[in-house]
T-cell receptor
Framework: DGGITQSPKYLFRKEGQNVTLSCEQNLNHDAMYWYRQDPGQGLRLIYY???????QKGDIAEGYSVSREKKESFPLTVTSAQKNPTAFYLC??????????????FGPGTRLLVL | DQQVKQNSPSLSVQEGRISILNCDYT??????FLWYKKYPAEGPTFLIS?????DKNEDGRFTVFLNKSAKHLSLHIVPSQPGDSAVYFC????????????FGKGTHLIIQP
């Protein structure tokens, strides 16, 4: 059963702590993305990666870091530098065929709360 | 500066009638547009997309219309069903789009019995 999995579903962070959100896909998609959603807002792009070992900053990358060591995995670390981390985090993936974007498919999301 | 705008935060439609959700964009470089449906605490589900070389795309009850000169697109749902109640996001990309999507803030569609 192909899809995108995110874990955990809920995550609590203490002040000054780094936390890592997991995203795995078995769709053989080339590109992976991290978005953040705040109440009443659309999704905003944090980071994206089109190929393994390469990634690019999105619109709101400050306070976040990523890695792409494997095609299937794109973990997101929320660092202590992110001053307002409470949000719903969504991972997505897509094929990039011939340099053209195909539809992005989303995981179920992780809700991060600061204690 | 919001490049994708959904000016109606909510829309109420009677079951069986047509639902029309609107989206405007400002970036003339956008060439691929998508609609997603989202329930609370879940990831968005892809509904339908349209390339800028077309002005209409249809999939079952869902039709997307694109007016490039007006930088406007709309999603029509006919007939509306109770399960259609959700938040609908319009999204756009440019230059092949592998560098991510730009989303609107969403429209909450409520289907009334």
């Amino acid at each position: 059963d192909g899809g995108i999995t995110q874990s955990p579903k809920y995550l609590f962070r203490k002040e000054g702590q780094n936390v890592t959100l997991s995203c795995e896909q078995n769709l053989n998609h080339d590109a992976m993305y991290w978005y953040r959603q705040d109440p009443g807002q659309g999704l905003r792009l944090i980071y994206y990666s089109q190929i393994v070992n390469d990634f690019q900053k999105g619109d709101i990358a400050e306070g976040y870091s990523v890695s792409r060591e494997k095609k299937e995995s794109f973990p997101l670390t929320v660092t202590s530098a992110q001053k307002n981390p409470t949000a719903f985090y969504l991972c997505a993936s897509s094929l990039v065929a011939g340099g053209l974007l195909k539809t992005q498919y989303f995981g179920p999301g992780t809700r991060l709360l600061v204690l | 500066d919001q490049q994708v705008k959904q000016n109606s935060p909510s829309l109420s439609v009677q079951e069986g009638r047509i639902s029309i959700l609107n989206c405007d964009y400002t970036n003339s470089m956008f060439d691929y547009f998508l609609w997603y449906k989202k329930y609370p605490a879940e990831g968005p589900t892809f509904l339908i997309s349209i390339s800028s070389i077309k002005d209409k795309n249809e999939d079952g009850r869902f039709t997307v219309f694109l007016n490039k000169s007006a930088k406007h697109l709309s999603l029509h749902i006919v007939p509306s069903q109770p399960g259609d109640s959700a938040v609908y996001f319009c999204a756009a990309s440019s230059g092949g789009g592998a560098d991510g999507l730009t989303f609107g803030k969403g429209t909450h569609l409520i289907i009334q019995p």
